[in-house]
């Protein structure tokens, strides 16, 4: 990726949004206009008269303070992303209506305060830097340079500042555009110049929203070559670490949320550096870079609903812009339809790149493609994913191996979700509140990161362990027209000293109304002392019958176990979910009765 003569490369006079002055002005004309764009724009209109009522908030110290003493993020960040959708909101508002008052002096009022702000980073984020420290040297040192910390929101506010300040740079005080320069300068360009970060070395989405927003923003902002090709040889090679944090085949273990946000900013980045060279450095042009973009449409089930292992959540809206882009440089990427557009107020961090984006890479032309039916597999990631659809309805059934230190990982091998017609009735609970606990070593003793939250074997009152060592592989993947059979070993999950083997098979039959068969097979030692199969549903309504169970919401399924084996008890519980809503969701545990003395125990379950 990384090449030699990078300076060469760059073409400095190269536009990177618009040509000229004239050219933006009419393009916005155009679409403020077009009632292709209306949806949007209107939701944009509304939120921007909205905001004009609310006064500019401030992060005082009292909220600052919140994280480090009871390790809350709520308070603090609320009004952080409150101040960065003024942002958003306002800029654009300039680009449709230049020649409103308003909107202009509350896009200004928004610059100074972000510009004011003792912090770009999240309190999160700064534990044991610069930032918290209380440490003073006497005298002031004057000729240090100081170092500010860079996570993803200081990296992703400079790339919005400078794109915002080279979109409205003529209806914006002079004054305004020179801060911008200024705290850019110190906080970013010069900290990442004179420092190395963690996240420089990392396989995940911070390695892409940080180094590509830092380049982004170079590209807008530096005018001289030298300075610029040094910040995007350092950017370069944190884009490739990113990239290698994936399968061969594209998938990403972190979820779709994160397949967004991360991949995301890998194309933004991507795309300015490609306009910067003439198209000369094309960070599209690899296979793997083809296939990270198809994750999108192998990941969703049946209308919002997606994959959400690990640290993701269970619905999801698409970036319509992003995904017009894609499918101009890959021929068999799809078009996702309009009603899975993303609101304009749904991305909770109102961030710029892709707000803009949304609109400047709107294709009103792109043809819409409907996900149908197919099966995914990836052995590398362990992910299967199958989607069904007939007369009756979609239905879809996903499961996965790989092991327990993944991105954003969950203790969740063997696990599995099934859908029908809209009911996720075996379910994966997703990311939970993020709070300070959540990323210690308390983790998994949260009940969405541990495997007592998932649908996965209790063996001998023990749950999974996390880390590598610890890790679930196929034994068999057969897919067919009609039925798909898997298996997976997975006794390597647990750390259970008797338990010599534990193997899981599904036969996903895809007919008709569609049923899944599981079977677990235990082998150990000695006679276990306990083994409790638990599935992970959400509150529906259940009637136990004999030798059945069913959940009833929208549609039904009907769960056939043998009775003699197995005594049913269902727990209702708790799960403070990503956004902090309190949901309502069951555990159904099948206890063995008697644990066979021959050490070997054999469960089957039928799903339909």
Sequence with gaps: MITADMKSLLDMEAPLLFGSHKEKSDWWKKVGSST??????????????????????????????????????????????????????????????????????????????????????????????????????????????????????????????????????????????????????????????????????????????????IGAAALHLINDN?????????????????????????????????????????????????????????????EKIHQIALFQQRCFLNNHLVVNF??????????????????????????????????????????????????????????????????????????????????SGNYSFATKAGHNNEPHNHNDLGHFILQGNQEVFLKDLGSGLYTKDYFSEKRYTYVGNGSQGHSVPIINHQYQVEGETHYARYLQVDVGEDEDHLKLDFGKAYDVEPLKALTRSFVWVKKNLPKLIMEDHFLFTEQPISIIERLIVPSLLITEEEDEVMLEGKSRLRIFYDRRLLYLEVKRFHFVNHFGETEENAMLDFTVLNPSKDCKVELIFQFE
């Excluded at 944009?44 to 609310?54: D, F, M, P, T």
């Excluded at 960040?77 to 508002?93: C, D, G, S, W």
């Excluded at 005080?173 to 360009?189: D, V």
């Excluded at 961030?351 to 597999?377: Q, S, V, Y």
Aim: aromatic share 16%.
């Design 36 to 213: 292709a764009y209306q949806p949007l724009l209107d939701e944009i209109r509304v939120e921007a008269k909205s905001l004009l009522q609310r006064k500019e908030p401030e992060l005082s110290f009292s909220l600052f303070k919140l994280f480090e003493e009871n390790g809350s993020r709520a308070e603090y960040e609320k009004v952080y992303f409150e101040k960065r959708r003024r942002l958003t909101t306002f800029a654009i508002m300039v680009l449709l209506e230049p020649d409103n008052k308003a909107y202009r002096e509350e896009l200004e009022n928004s610059i100074w305060s972000i510009c004011n702000e003792y912090s770009w980073c999240l309190p999160a984020h700064l534990s044991n830097t610069s930032e918290t420290s209380t440490a003073v040297d006497f005298p002031l040192n004057t000729s240090v340079t100081k170092t500010y910390s860079i996570d993803l929101f200081a990296a992703e506010t400079a790339f919005s500042l400078a794109e915002i300040m080279k979109l409205t740079e003529d209806s914006l005080s002079p004054l305004i555009c020179k801060r911008i320069y200024e705290e850019i300068y110190k906080r970013i360009f010069t900290s990442f110049m004179n420092s190395t970060f963690k996240w420089e070395t990392e396989t995940h989405n911070w390695a892409a929203v940080c180094a590509g927003s």
């Design 226 to 286: 030298d300075e610029l090709t040094r910040i995007i040889k350092r950017v370069l090679p944190a884009m490739e670490g990113y990239v290698s944090g994936f399968t061969q085949d594209g998938f990403c273990l972190e979820g779709y949320g994160y397949w967004q946000y991360g991949f995301g900013y890998y194309v933004y980045f991507a795309d300015l550096l490609k306009k910067r060279t003439a198209g000369k450095l094309d960070l599209f042009a690899s």
């Design 310 to 391: 690990s640290d993701a959540v269970p619905t999801a809206s698409v970036f319509l812009g992003l995904s017009h882009y894609l499918s101009k440089i890959y021929d068999d990427f799809d078009v996702p339809k309009n009603e899975l557009r993303a609101k304009y107020t749904g991305d909770h961090c109102s961030r710029w790149a892709p707000g803009i984006r949304n609109i400047l890479w709107f294709d009103e032309h792109a043809k819409e493609t409907i996900w149908g039916r197919g099966t995914f597999f990836s052995m590398e990631s362990g992910w299967y994913i199958s989607r069904y659809q007939d007369l």
